[in-house]
C-alpha cells in the first residue's frame, strides 16, 4: 500500500493570525512569527477566562472595555 504524502497547505486560522508559525527546534525552545505581546493582547481580547468569569469581586464585561 503506497504512503500517503502530507499537503504543505496553511492551517486555518483567524484573520487576526495570519501568517502566524510556531515552531519547536531541537533543543525544545518554542519560537514564532508573533511577538508574546501580540498573542496576548488576542487571548485577551478573543478568549474569556474560565477561573474569573463566576467572580463578583471582578468587573470583566467586554463591552465596557470598548
Not at 502530507?6 to 527546534?25: A, C, Q, R, S, Y
Not at 478573543?46 to 472595555?65: G, I, M, S, T
Amino acid at each position: 500500500m503506497a504512503k500517503k504524502k502530507k499537503k504543505d497547505t496553511d492551517p486555518k486560522v483567524h484573520d487576526d493570525l495570519k501568517g502566524f508559525k510556531m515552531e519547536i527546534n531541537s533543543f525544545g525552545e518554542i519560537s514564532s512569527s508573533f511577538s508574546i505581546d501580540k498573542i496576548n493582547e488576542f487571548l485577551n481580547k478573543n478568549v474569556e477566562d474560565k477561573k474569573l468569569k463566576d467572580r463578583d469581586d471582578l468587573d470583566l464585561d467586554k463591552d465596557e472595555e470598548k
